[in-house]
C-alpha cells in the first residue's frame, strides 16, 4: 500500500473536561481541544485524518497574513476613500495625514508601538467623523429616536455591533475601507435598530437604504483582512 506524505505541522494539544476532539486554526497555529484522559494515539489519527482539511487552512491563513496591511515604508493604506502611501519616521509620537501620504512619527519605531498608536489615531478620527454621518443616516432611515448611542471600539472580529439598548458600536478599522463599504456598514448597523437579527426583514431594510449591499459584503468578504494591521 501506497502512503502519501502529508506536510507537516505541529500541533498543540489542550485538554478539559470534555467529551470530544476537535481542531482550531488560528494564526498558523493548529490547536487540538481534547478531553482529559484522552490517549495520545487517538488524538493523533484523528488529526491525521483532517490533515488535508488543516493543511488547506494553514495555506489559507498564510496568504490571507501576506495579505495585511503592513505598517511600513511605502506602503499604501486607503484612508477615507483615498489611497496614501505610509512613511514612517522617528521622533516624537505624531500622525499626519496629508492628501496622498499618511507620516507616521514614532518614537520606538516597534510594530506593536507603531500599530497602537495608528489605533489611537483611528479612533481620535473616528470619533471626529463618524457620529454626525451615524445620525444623519439614522435621520434618513427614520430610525434616530432609537439610536441611543455611538461608541467605537476595535474588536478582533467584528465590524460593528448593535446593543438593545440601541448603541451603535463600530469598528475604527472601518474608516480604511472603501466610502461605500463604511455607509453599508453604518446601515447594517442602524437596521439592527429594528431588527435585532439577520431576518429577511432585516435585509430588505438594509437594501432600501443601500441598494448596492451585496457588493460591499462581497468587498468585506474579499479584501476585509488587508485592513487588519
Ligand atoms: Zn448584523
Sequence with gaps: ????????????????????????????????????????????????????????????????????????????IHYLGQDRVISVISGPNRITLSNNSLIIQNKELTDESLSKQLDRWLLTQAKAILPSKVEALAEHMGLQRKLSGIRFRKTKTQWGHCTRQGVVQLNQ????????????????????????????RFWSLVQKYCPDYQRAELWLKQHGHSVWY
Design 1 to 76: 500500500m501506497e502512503q502519501k506524505r502529508l506536510e507537516a505541522f505541529d500541533y498543540e494539544i489542550v485538554r478539559s473536561d470534555r467529551k470530544t476532539l476537535s481542531i482550531e486554526v488560528h494564526h498558523q497555529k493548529v490547536k487540538v481541544r481534547a478531553p482529559k484522559k484522552a490517549p495520545e494515539d487517538w488524538i493523533e489519527s484523528f488529526v491525521y485524518q483532517k490533515a488535508k482539511w488543516i493543511a488547506r487552512k494553514l495555506v489559507e491563513q498564510a496568504k490571507r497574513d501576506e495579505s495585511r496591511l503592513k505598517l511600513i515604508d511605502g506602503q499604501v
Design 173 to 200: 478599522l472601518i474608516l480604511l475601507t472603501p466610502m461605500f463599504v463604511i455607509d453599508y456598514l453604518i446601515i447594517h448597523e442602524l437596521s439592527h435598530l429594528k431588527h435585532l437579527n439577520h431576518s429577511k
